[in-house]
């Protein structure tokens, strides 16, 4: 049984202009101990896959399909259960971290009461707990940090106690939402040892949101690419990202290499007006007519009409 299994998942959002298709069916399974990263572009629908683990969705989305933890219906869980379930066993490291803690109260007693609200009633052991966590994600002097206010943290220093607040419980599962996003180089690389330490250390199942494939083959073995709110190719980081097979794969890739050579022509679709059949065949240069009228299933791991019934590989 997967640890995390996430089976024909649709997220849509009401709107005057339409019905916004966040999530088109997707499909995603994580062994315990595994890592896993969502990579695609901004808008693609990662987030909003892990928000709907996380069952932070607001109340205006309309879901469908289902989300299995550890055997677990998530979709099906009264809030009750769900609340301890997220934070304890289930923890996201959310994108601009700073925007996640109360500018008016330190960074110390905000790690305090993550600790308290899963379980750890005596202020003086939450204390020590925060203490151990800002350590262990190597805030230097933890004890002058911990009255410090946000403010006062640099972006790397925010993150660390972000991770930290994750931690507290050392989850099972850790999602981690563009964990290096608005950091400089050196911060960022810094941020991936940190987190790649910590999943080793603790064995933690790991989901990666992020566009940043560098990240991603540093971080995961596994990876799924996302395009307009589907999965288009899955599989070994290593095989997805030296071998792609699907054309929007092969397009990332080559626009991540930076020389100028791969801008991916055109743009991603509207999410309330996606095209018929592959969402990807209006920027496609390899689109058949079939590509404009079926979506493709998914087929050793590929979602794409060139790898379907004929047998071709390239």
Do not use: W
Not at 3 to 20: C, K, M, N, S
Not at 118 to 125: I, L, V, W
């Amino acid at each position: 049984m997967p640890f995390l299994e996430i089976r024909d998942l649709h997220v849509t959002f009401p709107t005057p202009a339409g019905h916004v298709r966040a999530s088109d069916g997707v499909d995603l399974e994580i062994s315990e101990g595994d890592s896993l990263c969502l990579v695609g572009e901004s808008g693609c629908g990662k987030t909003i896959v892990a928000l709907a683990v996380m069952r932070l969705l607001p109340h205006s989305a309309i879901i469908t399909g289902r989300i299995r933890f550890k055997g677990e219906d998530l979709l099906g869980l009264g809030e009750s259960r769900m609340r301890r379930i997220r934070g304890r066993e289930i923890a996201m490291i959310f994108e601009q971290p700073a925007t996640c803690f109360n500018p008016v109260l330190t960074v110390g007693d905000q790690i305090v009461e993550a600790v308290r609200v899963h379980g750890e009633r005596s202020r003086k052991a939450a204390r020590e707990r925060a203490l151990e966590l800002m350590s262990m994600v190597g805030i230097a002097d933890p004890i002058k940090r911990y009255g410090q206010y946000p403010h006062e943290f640099s972006g790397g220093m925010i993150q660390r106690a972000m991770i930290a607040m994750a931690l507290a419980f050392e989850p099972a599962l850790l999602i981690a939402d563009e964990p290096t996003t608005s950091l400089d180089v050196t911060v960022q690389a810094q941020i991936i040892e940190l987190l790649a330490d910590l999943k080793a250390r603790l064995r933690t199942t790991l989901l990666l949101i992020t566009h940043d494939l560098a990240v991603a083959s540093t971080l995961c073995a596994q990876a799924a690419v996302m395009y307009a709110g589907g999965i288009v190719e899955k599989g070994a980081t290593r095989r997805v990202f030296k071998s792609p097979r699907h054309p929007y794969t092969q397009a990332l890739l080559a626009a991540a290499s930076g020389d100028g050579s791969g801008v991916i022509r055109g743009s991603v679709p509207e999410l309330t007006r996606l095209p018929e059949g592959c969402r990807f065949h209006p920027r496609c240069p390899r689109a058949q007519d079939i590509c404009r009228e079926a979506m493709p299933a998914i087929e050793d791991g590929v979602r794409c009409h060139l790898y379907q019934h004929s047998g071709v590989t390239a």
